[in-house]
């Protein structure tokens, strides 16, 4: 079964980083992202471009509304996601705390919904 696993950061805390830090942590995502391909388990990831990057798009009455930004204030934003396919949701929920930003942020696991599932 597919999962997303949605990373949640707070761009402030990872600005606040030296650049050591900078760069222990993404030798983590890394370390992270190859243990997912050995693990034959990782289907497609990215990082995100920062929220003030966002156009968010609504449909009222009938009219498109186009806003500049994120959907929604928040400290938070999502940042990136890792997409895996494995057996269950537990095995899931393991590779989202194995994610570096589990200890800095949030992981969000999110089944994908297929084609023809109820």
């Given at each position: 079964?597919?999962?997303?696993?949605?990373?949640?950061?707070?761009?402030?805390?990872?600005a606040?980083?030296?650049a050591?830090?900078?760069?222990?942590?993404?030798?983590?995502?890394?370390?992270?992202?190859?243990?997912?391909?050995?693990?034959?388990?990782?289907?497609?990831?990215?990082?995100?471009?920062?929220?003030?990057?966002a156009?968010?798009?609504?449909?009222?009455?009938g009219?498109?509304?186009?806003?500049?930004?994120?959907?929604?204030?928040?400290?938070?934003?999502?940042?990136?996601?890792?997409?895996?396919?494995?057996?269950?949701?537990?095995v899931?929920?393991?590779?989202?705390?194995?994610?570096?930003?589990?200890?800095?942020?949030?992981?969000?696991?999110r089944?994908?919904?297929?084609?023809?599932?109820?």
């Amino acid at each position: 079964m597919e999962y997303l696993l949605l990373i949640h950061t707070n761009p402030a805390t990872i600005a606040a980083l030296s650049a050591a830090e900078r760069d222990q942590t993404f030798a983590a995502y890394m370390a992270y992202t190859e243990a997912l391909g050995k693990a034959q388990v990782l289907r497609g990831s990215n990082r995100l471009r920062p929220a003030s990057s966002a156009t968010t798009v609504r449909l009222r009455e009938g009219k498109t509304e186009v806003h500049n930004g994120p959907f929604a204030e928040t400290r938070e934003e999502l940042g990136g996601y890792f997409l895996i396919d494995v057996p269950d949701l537990d095995v899931a929920l393991t590779w989202a705390a194995r994610c570096p930003a589990a200890s800095h942020g949030a992981m969000e696991v999110r089944p994908v919904w297929r084609r023809g599932e109820a």
